[in-house]
């Protein structure tokens, strides 16, 4: 089985243009993504650094869950619960809230299943973004519609990444 640490150290892993996760069993899954993907990226770290300036943003976040390691595109954690240190490989609990930008290739499925790892390690809410930019928001527990973030009221349900 390979573990996170491998995986970030792994040349030939370093420079593809495709967000890496860590599944069940050290399996690699790999995300391949457009540069709208990483355009909502940018206008959500952006939202959210304005609305909850008590926080810290990241992109990217490696979040180990069990044997697994979920990547959130986005996330947000209160620097009064923020635990991890700058040299893990992957944080050890979830930031409250994780954002996934969703792809063609993502399934319901998929998705459900990230929500659960990562409520299972911390995460209060749980985002989805579509490619036009419309944001859904979660309770990550139970997976429940919420009509906006209980965290961040103010944040739009529409970006607009042109």
């Known amino acids: ?53 008590h926080g810290k943003v990241m992109t990217e976040c490696p979040i180990k869950v069990g044997e697994k390691v979920r990547v959130p595109d986005v996330v947000w954690v209160d620097r009064q619960t923020e635990t991890y240190i700058a040299d893990q490989s992957a944080m050890a609990r979830a930031p409250e809230i994780c954002i996934e930008i969703l792809s063609p290739s993502n399934s319901a499925t998929d998705i459900d299943s990230r929500r659960n790892d990562l409520a299972a390690v911390g995460c209060l809410e749980f985002w989805t973004c579509t490619e036009a930019g419309e944001i859904l928001f979660f309770n990550a527990r139970d997976g429940s519609r919420l009509p906006a973030s209980r965290i961040a009221p103010d944040f739009p349900s529409t970006l607009n990444p042109d």
């Not at 640490?5 to 050290?26: F, S």
């Open 1 to 53: 089985m390979i573990s996170w640490d491998k995986v970030i150290a792994d040349p030939n892993l370093r420079d593809l243009p495709y967000k890496l996760e860590l599944g069940a069993h050290g399996r690699i899954e790999m995300s391949p993504s457009k540069p709208q993907h990483g355009r909502l990226q940018v206008l959500i770290a952006i939202e959210l650094s304005r609305l909850l300036p």
